[in-house]
């Protein structure tokens, strides 16, 4: 079993910066392909950026340029720099944890980022 906790979150204004963290319970996540996710009220939930175990990256084209993922395996935590925030980037982000063999996905329990015009 893996424990995700996600920090970070809060109000900023449009044009600010946040960091969210998440750190993980076990080393599985040395093995783990992560991801952040985001859901905006009344919208489905979003890949925003991905990482995996070998520490390649990918983003969202709408956050491409201002979002930046890493992980620090010797604190078994993920990061996610948030640069130049819009009010469309307000949503509840999620950390996930996954692999396909052996097959596991693992989530957190959300940490909230308002962005206030």
């Known amino acids: 079993q893996l424990q995700l906790v996600e920090s970070g979150g809060g109000l900023v204004q449009a044009g600010g910066s946040l960091r969210l963290s998440c750190a993980a319970s076990?080393?599985?996540?040395?093995?783990?392909?992560m991801g952040w996710y985001r859901q905006a009220p009344g919208k489905q939930r979003e890949l925003v950026a991905a990482?995996?175990?070998?520490?390649?990256?990918a983003y969202a084209d709408s956050v491409k340029g201002r979002f930046t993922i890493s992980r620090d395996n010797t604190k078994n935590t993920m990061y996610l720099q948030m640069n130049s925030l819009k009010p469309e980037d307000t949503a509840v982000y999620y950390c996930?944890?996954?692999?396909?063999?052996?097959?596991?996905?693992?989530w957190g329990q959300g940490t909230q980022v308002t962005v206030s015009s």
């Open positions: 990482i995996t175990s070998g520490g390649s990256t």
């Open positions: 996930n944890a996954q692999r396909t063999f052996p097959r596991y996905d693992y």
């Open positions: 076990t080393s599985i996540f040395l093995i783990s392909n």
